[in-house]
Nanobody
Framework: QVQLVESGGGLVQAGGSLRLSCVVS????????MGWYRQAPGKQRELVAA???????YYSDSVKGRFTIFRENAKNTMYLQMSDLEPEDTAVYYC????????????????WGQGTQVTVSS
């Protein structure tokens, strides 16, 4: 069973940076597609960045050029480096993993971790 633990969120001023971590257990993460999602109050959860199994990356238009997704396979950990943060980036951030990239894109997982709160003040 996949277990995911997100951390690294916090309160930051606009223009600041944060690095989120997603520690994965129960699978060998480098063999999975993985994604970072976020959910702002009153909005649906959205995919913001992802890896395919071949480590091709995807970024949503809203974060492209500001966020970087990367992973340390030896630590079974995925990261999201967020720079030039904007108040619109305020959300709870989640990660998830699946052997199929199409599942990452759809985001229809039966379970999620607790997420990590990112709050960007103006």
């Amino acid at each position: 069973q996949v277990q995911l633990v997100e951390s690294g969120g916090g309160l930051v001023q606009a223009g600041g940076s944060l690095r989120l971590s997603c520690v994965v257990s129960g699978i060998i993460s480098r063999t999975y597609a993985m994604g970072w999602y976020r959910q702002a109050p009153g909005k649906q959860r959205e995919l913001v960045a992802a890896f395919t199994r071949l480590s091709t990356t995807y970024y949503s238009d809203s974060v492209k050029g500001r966020f970087t997704i990367f992973r340390e396979n030896a630590k079974n950990t995925m990261y999201l480096q967020m720079s030039d943060l904007e108040p619109e980036d305020t959300a709870v951030y989640y990660c998830n993993a699946d052997p199929h990239y199409s599942t990452i894109v759809r985001g229809n997982f039966p379970s999620w971790g607790q997420g990590t709160q990112v709050t960007v003040s103006s």
